[in-house]
């Protein structure tokens, strides 16, 4: 069993940073597909960014709306994952939510392919 807590979520004003922190324990954190996630009140949740391995290095994706403005990392020695947020706008405004998907793999931007989730952090980007 793999549990997921996020910390790190608050209120920013508009062009503000923010980093998002997510503990894991159980499992093999270091072979793990970690994604970041968002549901905005009466939306969807997205895909927000995404980290995994291959040969022993790790690699990111994000999804347009904020490419160039977060990046995601990780660090295997505290089985934190984190998603630093630069330029926060009003639109970022979310639950902010970490998953883990523990058969790894490139390219998974749905819900329903990743295994665990965390409770999620509360993201208020004020204008």
């Known amino acids: 069993q793999v549990q997921l807590v996020e910390s790190g979520g608050g209120l920013v004003q508009t062009g503000g940073s923010l980093r998002l922190s997510c503990a894991a324990s159980g499992g093999t954190f270091s072979s793990y597909t970690m994604g970041w996630f968002r549901q905005a009140p009466g939306k969807e949740r997205e895909f927000v960014a995404i980290n995994w391995s291959r040969y022993s290095a790790y690699y990111a994706d994000y999804a347009d709306s904020v490419k160039g403005r977060f990046s995601i990392s990780r660090d295997n020695v505290k089985n934190t994952v984190y998603l630093q947020m630069n330029s926060l706008k009003p639109e970022d405004t979310a639950v902010y939510y970490c998953?883990?998907?523990?058969?790894?793999?490139?390219?998974?931007?749905?819900?329903?392919?990743?295994?665990?989730w965390g409770q999620g952090t509360q993201v208020t980007v004020s204008s």
């Open positions: 998953a883990a998907r523990t058969s790894g793999g490139r390219w998974y931007t749905k819900t329903y392919e990743y295994d665990y």
